[in-house]
């Protein structure tokens, strides 16, 4: 009930912290009690309490970082010690004209000579870092940002930047989050939380309670910043802003200090040195010329002009020349360099920590191998555009019709020459009828021509999914799940075409093969089928007395360019570390595919061990030679391990494309995000 009073959450508003969020512990509690401890209703706010709430916890968008205006992005060009030395020898220069007799116009031309040197170095690394931050101010403004909430029983589509703590959001498939959200209905609710803890797969969310668990591993929870794939329900918005996993996230980015680059770092020793030498010098000489009688101005130009002879005036203009030509090669690989020192810190690299899913993989999931019979059938091409081919397709149509039967996913064909194949719904789904197609199917004309009647949906407890449609010749249930679940349930087996009972042998076979690919690092799916007398069977029916026609198996593939990448780096001395918020098993078997692990015993560490460990612990477990894994991390792991390689005189890079990968970014000396490279990199 909404009893006219403000939830018990502490805000910010306009006090510069816009954002909430939650004071009870919003993922324990019971649905109705999330609504009264949120002081809201099943109908959503009310429009004026609606009103009052954005005016007191301010704007659902993070805080903007500041960006420098122009004139102070170009002033900034002119403040590196190098630059001020040579400002300080132009202006030697003209104090050393003004002050000879006669006035040589050499030197007035030489003085304005390395104040142009200045001007042009300054101009160079100015136009490059406005053409990046121009181009990343493009790509943040393709963010959507709308969403459906309920306001007093009412559908309404707002601006994300609406949402206040006690919103209704509705929530479909292919939605994004636009806040932190308790869910109080999900109908087969999964969400991509890739951008926040980097796992590949998709998660289910229940509305049920939970017990005490961290924030992020909350199974009723939806956050800001991740998707809706599947399935769809309604949540209460319990933080906004900043005060949500993904302000959390980057607050601490913004937080990391700034630090130069090897090359900035060694310029600016080059330029203490040679400003001492230079003074030095040019005060010994006005001394040893003082006993020969010259005048005292002759003796202090004289002096003046060694001192500049000895600064390397064209050093800065060559540095910047050479890094601009580093910058354009790498442009036309589609790397975006927000700062010309980044292309010289790149090649200083002794340590590459990197995320696995969407930095090493493609984010993808693709069904690679097909099990039936006995025999495993490959299967050709990647990600989503239903491109390739199946071994022995015939063989196993049957089993790839029957898994495509069982999907609520839909392909998506792109609609322009930049877009991609992209699957609306669960991506496990998705690759089924990828590889259905691959096999010379058409999904949707199979499930036209053998229409659904009922559905028993995925739930944790069963591991299985089961559809039952119409045919021509009654009723028939596909059923796709875990293998182990699935095979329990099974009576009988399908391979090419002749039916027999599923013997002992022929069990073991497939609980063999399902373990083989799973050591291969896939998902695995196991596929059933069964004739059904009615339209509506109770689910034991349904799932009971099955006919096994198979296993698929599938994984989020590597990037094509992902291995040579790394072998550049072996090759080169620098070492990969693959730090990723998934599961071990999963980060081990992508790192083996692409040449991180060659041993057959890699270290690896989970979140848990990490947060055991001191620094000593750490650094001990750093220094050690041995092939790194590190999983289940969070943001806050990630930048400690980028701290620790840094404290032990590492120069560390940081690839990474999620949320999650952000204060990392910021920290290490080099940060790439897929699509962009830059010193120091914002999020």
Not at 175 to 202: I, M, Q
Request: proline fraction near 6%; include cysteine.
């Amino acid at each position: 009930m909404d009893t006219g009073t403000e939830p018990p959450v502490p805000g910010g508003g306009k006090d510069g912290t816009s954002g909430s969020g939650p004071s009870p512990p919003v993922p324990e509690l019971p649905v109705d009690d999330v609504f009264a401890a949120l002081d809201t209703s099943r109908r959503g706010l009310p429009g004026e309490r609606a009103r009052d709430r954005l005016e007191k916890y301010g704007a659902n968008e993070l805080p903007r970082a500041g960006r420098r205006t122009v004139w102070r992005q170009l002033g900034a060009q002119f403040t590196d010690l190098f630059a001020v030395v040579l400002i300080v020898a132009s202006g030697i220069t003209f104090l050393a004209y003004a002050l000879e007799e006669p006035r040589d116009a050499g030197t007035a031309q030489l003085a304005v000579a390395i104040l142009g040197v200045v001007v042009l170095n300054a101009a160079i690394g100015f136009a490059q870092e406005y053409s990046a931050e121009r181009t990343a101010q493009a790509l943040e403004a393709m963010v959507p940002h709308a969403c459906r909430v309920l306001r007093d029983g009412e559908r309404l589509e707002l601006p994300a930047r609406d949402v206040v703590p006690g919103d209704v959001v509705l929530l479909e498939a292919g939605d994004a989050v636009p806040a932190d959200c308790r869910v109080v209905e999900a109908h087969e609710l999964a969400v991509n939380n890739a951008p926040l803890t980097g796992e590949s797969n998709a998660v289910g969310r229940t509305a049920d309670p939970v017990a005490a668990v961290p924030l992020l591993e909350a199974r009723n929870c939806v956050f800001m910043g991740t998707d809706v794939v599947a399935g769809g329900g309604r949540a209460v918005v319990f933080a906004t802003g900043a005060a949500t996993e993904f302000g959390r996230i980057c607050r601490l980015a913004a937080a990391a200090p700034r630090q130069k680059t090897p090359l900035q770092l060694q310029v600016a020793s080059m330029a203490r040195r040679v400003a001492g030498a230079a003074l030095a010098i040019g005060a010994l000489m006005f001394a040893v010329r003082l006993p020969t009688g010259d005048s005292v101005v002759t003796l202090f130009v004289f002096a003046l002009g060694v001192m500049v002879a000895l600064v390397p005036e064209g050093l800065p203009a060559t540095l910047s020349v050479s890094l601009s030509i580093g910058v354009r090669r790498m442009a036309r690989r589609h790397a975006l360099i927000k700062q010309l020192l980044a292309v010289e810190a790149l090649g200083s690299t002794t340590v590459v920590c990197t995320d696995k899913t969407g930095t090493l993989t493609q984010a993808g999931m693709t069904v690679t191998q097909v099990w039936a019979g006995g025999a495993s059938h490959s299967v050709s091409g990647v990600g989503y555009e239903p491109s390739g081919e199946v071994a022995d397709a015939a063989e196993v149509r049957e089993l790839l019709r029957v898994a495509g039967l069982c999907c609520n996913a839909r392909l998506v064909p792109p609609t322009g020459p930049r877009e991609h194949w992209r699957v609306l719904g669960d991506t496990t789904e998705g690759a089924l009828l990828v590889v259905a197609a691959k096999a010379g199917l058409d999904p949707g004309a199979e499930e036209a021509a053998v229409p659904r009647v009922t559905e028993f949906p995925f739930d944790s407890d069963r591991k299985l999914m089961t559809t039952v449609h119409r045919t021509g010749a009654g009723y028939q249930a596909c059923v796709k799940g875990a293998p182990g679940e699935l095979l329990a349930r099974c009576t009988d087996a399908e391979w090419e075409g002749r039916r027999g009972p599923l013997t002992g042998t022929d069990r073991a076979e497939a609980v063999a093969a399902g373990d083989e690919l799973a050591s291969q690092g896939l998902r695995v799916l196991a596929v059933a089928r069964r004739a059904l007398d009615g339209p509506h069977p109770v689910r034991e029916e349904a799932e009971s007395a099955l006919t096994l026609l198979g296993l698929v198996g599938m994984l989020d593939p590597p990037r094509p360019e992902v291995t040579d990448a790394v072998a550049a780096c072996r090759r080169a001395g620098i070492r990969v570390v693959m730090v990723t918020g998934d599961h071990p098993l999963t980060g081990e078997a992508v790192a083996r595919r692409v040449g991180i692990v060659r041993r057959p015993d890699p270290v690896v560490v989970t979140g848990a061990r990490f947060d055991a460990m001191d620094d000593e612990a750490l650094d001990s477990l750093l220094a050690e030679p041995s092939e790194l894994l590190l999983c289940r991390v969070s943001p806050e792991h990630k930048m400690r391990v980028v701290t620790a390689f840094q404290r032990r005189g590492g120069v560390v890079a940081v690839t990474g494309d999620g949320a999650n990968d952000a204060p990392a970014l910021k920290h290490a000396d080099i940060g790439v995000a897929m699509g962009g490279v830059g010193h120091r990199r914002r999020p």
